[in-house]
T-cell receptor
Framework: DAGVTQSPTHLIKTRGQQVTLRCSPKSGHDTVSWYQQALGQGPQFIFQYYEEEERQRGNFPDRFSGHQFPNYSSELNVNALLLGDSALYLC???????????????FGEGSRLTVL | SQQGEEDPQALSIQEGENATMNCSYKTSINNLQWYRQNSGRGLVHLILIRSNEREKHSGRLRVTLDTSKKSSSLLITASRAADTASYFCATMQGGSEKLVFGKGMKLTVNP
């Protein structure tokens, strides 16, 4: 049973470029969240997707956008990259159909983005 | 913004010793979770404690929660070199599935 998978694992971009990161949730999971982790910091919530819609959003500018597909996989897009966008981007998923969910998230290994 | 703050920020111990990490947070919560991260890789869920619980055990892990002081502690007993990692506390508030993480604590267990 594959866990949460993310691609690519590493990438380098230059300022002003755009990047797309991909995530496949764990089998049986339908909700995906994205987190940004700067070096030496804890992860910060970007947004959550469920039923192909953005359900919750953290304090990130509109340059950060996402998408969820019918197979529950998700993409994170960042436009007009800034040096400060350099970070580890983590995708997390949770089980399907848990009403009033208050449990653990399963994280992928992350995509490390470097902006030069 | 980050809600939790782990203390100490770094801890170095010998194998077999116990490691205690503390976490403080600012707002009311639904639950508090502890995660582990090896060398900037993915996070692994360790244990979850709900706001109406005071103590929970899982293997060598013991977590306590004091909602009146807005604090939690994680105890790892009989530590092993493989426990070397960064540990994060994260809180989840009612009505939200957003996890708010602390800055983390780096634990080094020397063989």
């Amino acid at each position: 049973d594959a866990g949460v998978t993310q691609s690519p694992t590493h990438l380098i971009k230059t300022r002003g470029q755009q990047v797309t990161l991909r995530c496949s949730p764990k089998s049986g999971h339908d909700t995906v969240s994205w987190y940004q982790q700067a070096l030496g910091q804890g992860p910060q919530f970007i947004f959550q997707y469920y039923e192909e819609e953005e359900r919750q959003r953290g304090n990130f500018p509109d340059r950060f956008s996402g998408h969820q597909f019918p197979n529950y996989s998700s993409e994170l897009n960042v436009n007009a990259l800034l040096l400060g966008d350099s970070a580890l981007y983590l995708c997390a998923s949770r089980e399907r159909g848990l009403a009033g969910f208050a449990g653990e998230l399963f994280f992928g290994e992350g995509s490390r983005l470097t902006v030069l | 913004s980050q809600q939790g703050e782990e203390d100490p920020q770094a801890l170095s111990i010998q194998e077999g010793e116990n490691a205690t990490m503390n976490c403080s947070y600012k707002t009311s919560i639904n639950n508090l979770q502890w995660y582990r991260q090896n060398s900037g890789r993915g996070l692994v869920h360790l244990i979850l404690i709900r706001s109406n619980e005071r103590e929970k055990h899982s293997g060598r892990l013991r977590v306590t929660l004091d909602t009146s002081k807005k604090s939690s502690s994680l105890l790892i007993t009989a530590s092993r070199a493989a426990d070397t990692a960064s540990y994060f506390c994260a809180t989840m508030q009612g009505g939200s599935e957003k996890l708010v993480f602390g800055k983390g604590m780096k634990l080094t267990v020397n063989p």
